[in-house]
């Protein structure tokens, strides 16, 4: 394939920064072997460019390219927007000099209506549904598993009086509510709202639909929703617990933040029913949680008296959990602060415990409004409760299949969540008017529908029984029978399974709790299991169960092989990306482990190697991945504190050892003598280059800028040592 290309991405936060240090090593030794590197910026800086004319549309390219054969990209973590990490990119933008809008957070007129739009589409998790054109495989490499077996990190016990559960609606609620039906033909959709005062009101329409695919509809009723916080609230208090919210404001952009208001009014309800008409008066929104309010009461005339409110509330309320006591921020300062699929572990990690105002630990009340997965980490809370923490030493690994193709399911749901203006009934109408599903609703309500298509569960199906055979392990659809839309997709895969070779493969269809349960007592017993789970459990369990077997999901292998043919090489997970790079710009000291594009970057090469006919792609492939394993071996992953390797010194030791492994095989004898040299400069000066990486920490770096760093600062922060830099330039 004579255009064969991979295609690294440049996202945000940490894994931007490591680009800067790591790209010039992979483009270095990939042009040695004849392979060609590009690179295309994603990040929400150059997303929110882009929708106003001032950059590539290099989102919208990629999201082309997933759909042809020879796609080729790796794509590292990058920002979900919430509105309030939006508006923050924007500000940034327009310090740089770029001429683009404030974000409107209440459009009036036809142009603000147009700028939200546009915003609209940077805002939440916008890269992934454009890109993941395929189904996911993640999984935690050997290396990775026998290192944590050799090296185990610790998990804590929950104390034998533990109060710590998850607190859930489990009725009136997105879970109970759906409603779903499979398409019988190709069709055109609306959505509209039928007032109890005889109105009509077209919430969505040319929605075109395929034969076989499923739509869902749901609707999460506040009115309950009210009335199971202020019981959670109570409980709390009543317990002495910790009160925190786990929801999914970045991937779930439209519903999650409404409901996240709902939880932020509900705590500080006295203070809402005192001063609601002033702060809605001043645009300050509890969806943008505490911390946008606080941050905007200057600008009212009664705003200290106001934030003496919410002082008070929360020295009277239930005990709230903190993401940083020591700066004073709450579980509910900020959306996208907590988000579940990283929150629930750190808990389960932790003991069942999180962090008070004064820093100290304790026993937590979980709330997870939707109960549609709620029950799965419960179900792990009460396994570590009754039989002890995970042993990393010694129990086996859960990976995962996802059902993510073609924005699968609830992820998928943005462009159709609408926050209900009036009473009435909303009705799913197909083409000829028929009514496919339909729910009552009351103002204030959220309202969703979502799409699954046929084409993403069938190749899904092939996926697990690809996974089952190639791994021995059991594979279980993580599907309730009793939930509208796992009914749907239990009839697809019954009707799929025959169509593969299952003989002598387990391959099961299990509730999320009961399917919970029995990963983990196959965990215990040193056994894998391979979740088989769509797009949201994918999202969960790719968090979940890494981080309590390996310590991390950052260092998992995902691979998405892509229905076209092509691969999407994905490099783990960015939840703590911020802190990062706040350690950077305080200390000159980066913590953020690359071991991810490690990984992505070995099939990536033998994905390259195949496209285009370039053996010597191959043996590039595998000598990194001979060097991965030295490198684990050697406990070169960056360190937790200043002193140590961070992670520049853990990409030079990556060169070091991958330089070694080229120079020593015989494969490609060019490609040995090629990297003889360098294998030789860097082992020689690998203490004087060691020396120079260690020398710039301790005092603050200038990145210039957060959203959008300015290129040459980050490059001379990224790539300190001139022994290193020169050695790699002579390559």
Same mark, same amino acid.
Not at 598 to 607: G, N, Q, T, Y
């Given at each position: 394939m004579a255009d064969a290309k991979i295609i690294y991405t440049h996202t945000d936060e940490a894994p931007l920064l490591a680009t800067y240090s790591f790209l010039p090593i992979v483009e270095a030794y990939a042009g040695k072997a004849g392979v060609a590197v590009e690179t295309r910026d994603i990040s929400v800086a150059?997303? %929110?460019?882009?929708?106003?004319?001032?950059? @590539? @549309?290099?989102? *919208?390219?990629?999201?082309?390219?997933?759909?042809?054969?020879? !796609?080729? %990209?790796? +794509?590292?973590?990058?920002? #979900?927007? #919430?509105?309030?990490?939006?508006?923050?990119? %924007?500000?940034?933008?327009?310090? =740089? *000099?770029?001429?683009? &809008? @404030?974000? &409107?957070?209440? &459009?009036? $007129?036809?142009?603000?209506?147009? $700028?939200?739009? +546009?915003?609209? +589409?940077?805002k939440g998790s916008a890269v992934n549904p454009v890109l993941r054109q395929g189904n996911s495989d993640r999984r935690a490499p050997a290396a990775v598993k026998n290192y944590a077996k050799k090296h185990p990190h610790t998990n804590k016990p929950f104390a034998e009086d533990s109060r710590t559960k998850v607190a859930t609606m489990g009725a009136h609620d997105f879970a109970s509510n759906e409603k779903s039906v499979t398409l019988p033909a190709d069709d055109t959709l609306s959505i509209v709202l039928e007032t109890t005062a005889g109105e009509t009101v077209v919430l969505k329409e040319g929605l075109g639909v395929l034969a076989g695919e499923i739509v869902d509809a749901t609707v999460m009723q506040v009115a309950h929703l009210h009335a199971f916080l202020e019981n959670a609230l109570a409980e709390a208090k009543a317990d002495g617990v910790l009160f925190s919210v786990h929801l999914k404001a970045t991937m779930m952009k439209v519903s999650d933040p409404i409901i996240f208001g709902h939880v932020v009014t509900a705590y500080f309800s006295d203070v809402f029913a005192r001063y609601g008409d002033d702060l809605r008066a001043a645009g300050l929104s509890p969806n943008d949680g505490l911390g946008g309010i606080l941050a905007g009461l200057d600008q009212l005339p009664n705003g200290a008296e106001i934030r003496a409110a919410f002082e008070e509330a929360l020295s009277s309320g239930p005990r709230l959990s903190y993401v940083n006591s020591d700066k004073g921020i709450t579980n509910l300062h900020v959306p996208s602060d907590v988000i579940v699929d990283a929150s629930m572990p750190a808990l389960i990690r932790n003991g069942g415990r999180l962090w008070g105002a004064d820093g100290g630990e304790d026993d937590t009340l979980a709330v997870i409004p939707d109960s549609s997965y709620a029950g799965v980490y419960q179900t792990v809370i009460a396994d570590c409760q009754a039989n002890g923490p995970l042993d990393p030493a010694t129990i086996g690994s859960v990976s995962n299949v996802g059902l993510m193709a073609q924005a699968a399911e609830e992820y998928g749901s943005h462009d159709k969540t609408f926050?209900?203006?009036?009473?009435?009934?909303?009705?799913?109408?197909?083409?000829? *008017?028929? /009514?496919?599903?339909?729910?009552? /609703?009351?103002? *204030? @309500?959220?309202?969703? !529908?979502? =799409?699954?298509?046929?084409?993403?569960?069938?190749?899904?199906v092939k996926l697990a029984v690809t996974r089952a055979r190639a791994s021995g392990a059991p594979a279980i659809f993580w599907l309730n029978e009793s939930r509208a839309h796992d009914a749907e997709l239990i009839r697809k895969v019954e009707a799929y399974l025959p169509e593969h070779d299952t003989s002598g493969l387990e391959i099961r269809v299990l509730s999320p709790e009961l399917a919970t349960a029995y990963s983990l007592e196959r965990m215990r017993k040193g056994e894998d299991t391979i979740s088989v789970t769509g797009n949201v459990l994918r999202d969960y369990n790719t968090d979940l169960f890494p981080i309590l077997e390996v310590g991390t999901s950052a260092k998992m292998l995902s691979v998405v092989p892509l229905i076209a043919g092509g691969g999407l090489f994905e490099t783990g997970a960015g939840g703590s990306a911020p802190k990062h790079v706040q350690q950077l710009v305080s200390e000159n000291y980066l913590r953020w482990d690359s071991l991810g594009e490690?990984?992505?970057?070995? &099939? #990536?090469?033998?994905?390259?190697?195949?496209?285009?006919?370039?053996?010597?792609? +191959?043996?590039?492939?595998?000598?990194?991945?001979?060097? $991965?394993?030295?490198?684990l071996d050697e406990d070169r992953s960056p360190g937790r504190r200043l002193g140590t390797t961070d992670n520049r010194g853990s990409h030079f030791y990556l060169a070091l050892y991958w330089a070694e492994e080229l120079a020593a095989q015989t494969e490609d004898a060019a490609l040995a003598d090629a990297f003889a040299g360098l294998a030789k400069t860097l082992r020689e000066n690998e203490q004087k280059i060691a020396d120079e990486l260690l020398a710039v920490q301790g005092s603050p770096a200038d990145i210039g800028g957060y959203y959008r760093p300015d290129e040459a600062k980050a490059t001379a922060v990224m790539r300190p040592s001139a022994t290193f830099n020169e050695a790699l330039a002579r390559l």
């Open positions: 150059a997303r %929110i460019l882009a929708q106003f004319g001032l950059a @590539d @549309d290099a989102l *919208g390219e990629l999201g082309d390219l997933a759909q042809e054969p020879e !796609a080729n %990209i790796i +794509k590292l973590p990058n920002v #979900s927007a #919430s509105v309030p990490q939006l508006k923050a990119a %924007i500000k940034e933008l327009q310090q =740089q *000099g770029f001429d683009i &809008p @404030d974000y &409107p957070e209440a &459009p009036a $007129t036809d142009e603000e209506r147009a $700028t939200r739009a +546009k915003y609209d +589409k940077v926050e209900i203006p009036q009473a009435g009934t909303v009705r799913v109408l197909n083409r000829a *008017g028929d /009514v496919l599903l339909e729910h009552d /609703v009351e103002a *204030g @309500d959220i309202w969703r !529908a979502c =799409q699954t298509k046929d084409v993403p569960v069938r190749d899904w490690f990984f992505a970057l070995v &099939p #990536s090469l033998e994905k390259y190697a195949e496209q285009a006919g370039v053996p010597a792609a +191959k043996v590039l492939a595998d000598a990194l991945d001979r060097a $991965t394993g030295t490198f």
